[in-house]
T-cell receptor, first 117, second 113 residues
Framework: GAVVSQHPSRVICKSGTSVKIECRSLDFQATTMFWYRQFPKKSLMLMAT?????????EQGVEKDKFLINHASLTLSTLTVTSAHPEDSSFYIC?????????????FGPGTRLTVT | GEDVEQSLFLSVREGDSSVINCTYT??????LYWYKQEPGAGLQLLTY?????DMKQDQRLTVLLNKKDKHLSLRIADTQTGDSAIYFC?????????????FGKGTTLSVSS
């Protein structure tokens, strides 16, 4: 099946610093990647849609200057949380569209646990 | 707006069948999905069903879709302790496959031996 990786899996940073999270599709090309945020005991909240070579589309309420997304290639998208605050602590999950099932399947990365102290 | 609802908890005994239910509101949804999430991990795609299908079976998994009632269910036959996880129902937003998914809050399945 299609594999999506995320790096790092866990990160602890100090308030005010920036953190970059990478999302890679390892064995397929993903023209579109999605970034989600998951709160404890809650569902996934879509943050933004990232298309290779173009600007990301952010969901309402998501600050694009705080959550910088770069989709540099067909296999890599990055999410940078700038000037992190404790309320940004969360589980961030990316997904990539494509893979063996093609257009209709989305494969998720293992997630990145961000803790801001 | 679009909404996906699931019951939050389900407990079954090992060997029994589990049925996880989901309702959605977007009648234009083209694809409906079931994902599994184990503790601390990402989401694993279990199966999906196209809206013109009523049923899809894949080994121990059976998906039933009642499009009229906007009701989706996932049946796991011969449930094992390794099936304990959170199961998310999701629909393709805006009725377009491959767009971002709209998720329910997830059903926590607990399997006791």
């Amino acid at each position: 099946g299609a594999v999506v990786s995320q790096h790092p899996s866990r990160v602890i940073c100090k308030s005010g610093t920036s953190v970059k999270i990478e999302c890679r599709s390892l064995d397929f090309q993903a023209t579109t990647m999605f970034w989600y945020r998951q709160f404890p005991k809650k569902s996934l909240m879509l943050m933004a849609t990232s298309n290779e070579g173009s600007k990301a589309t952010y969901e309402q309420g998501v600050e694009k200057d705080k959550f910088l997304i770069n989709h540099a290639s067909l296999t890599l998208s990055t999410l940078t949380v700038t000037s992190a605050h404790p309320e940004d602590s969360s589980f961030y999950i990316c997904s990539a569209r494509g893979g063996p099932g093609g257009y209709y399947e989305q494969y998720f990365g293992p997630g990145t646990r961000l803790t801001v102290t | 707006g679009e909404d996906v609802e699931q019951s939050l908890f389900l407990s079954v005994r090992e060997g029994d069948s589990s049925v996880i239910n989901c309702t959605y509101t977007d009648s234009s949804s083209t694809y409906l999905y079931w994902y599994k999430q184990e503790p601390g991990a990402g989401l694993q795609l279990l199966t999906y069903i196209f809206s013109n299908m009523d049923m899809k079976q894949d080994q121990r998994l059976t998906v039933l879709l009642n499009k009229k009632d906007k009701h989706l269910s996932l049946r796991i036959a011969d449930t094992q302790t390794g099936d304990s996880a959170i199961y998310f129902c999701a629909e393709s937003g805006g009725g377009q496959a491959g767009t971002a998914l709209i998720f329910g809050k997830g059903t926590t399945l607990s399997v006791s031996s």
